[in-house]
C-alpha cells in the first residue's frame, strides 16, 4: 500500500464500502475505468461499461458511491436528467481495488 493511499480518505472509503456492499465494487471499477479516459461521467456511461463487462447486477445510480466520498457530483445537464461525476483520487480507488482483488 502506497503512504499516499494510506491516508486517503477515499482509499479508506473504497476499503468501508467493500465491507458494508462489496456488490457496489464493480460500479467503482467501472468509474475507475471511465475516470481514466475522461475527467468527468455521465452515469449512463457507467451503466453501459458494467455491461460491457458482463454485470448484470441493479444499477440505481452513482448517489451511494457520493455519500462515501469516492465520486463527486459535478454538474447537471440535460433539464436534469444528466448526472456528471469525477472521481478526486484515482490512484487511492486502484491502490484499495487491487488490494481487495477487484479487477480495476
Known amino acids: 500500500m ?10 479508506v472509503a473504497v476499503k468501508r464500502l467493500a465491507r458494508e456492499k462489496p456488490d457496489w465494487l464493480p ?6 475505468r471511465l475516470a481514466l479516459t475522461t ?3 455521465a452515469g449512463r456511461w457507467v451503466h453501459n461499461d458494467l455491461e460491457k463487462h458482463g454485470w448484470s447486477g ?9 455519500s462515501y466520498g469516492i465520486v463527486e457530483h459535478v454538474k447537471t445537464t440535460r433539464a436534469g436528467q444528466r448526472a456528471y461525476w469525477k472521481m478526486p483520487d ?10 481487495l482483488g477487484v479487477a480495476p
Do not use: H, N
Open 2 to 11: 502506497s503512504t499516499t493511499a494510506a491516508v486517503s480518505s477515499v482509499y
Open 58 to 66: 441493479l444499477f440505481t445510480g452513482l448517489k451511494m458511491l457520493e
Open 27 to 32: 460500479i467503482v471499477a467501472a468509474c475507475r
Open 90 to 99: 484515482i490512484a487511492a480507488v486502484t491502490v484499495a481495488l487491487f488490494e
Open 39 to 41: 475527467d468527468t461521467f
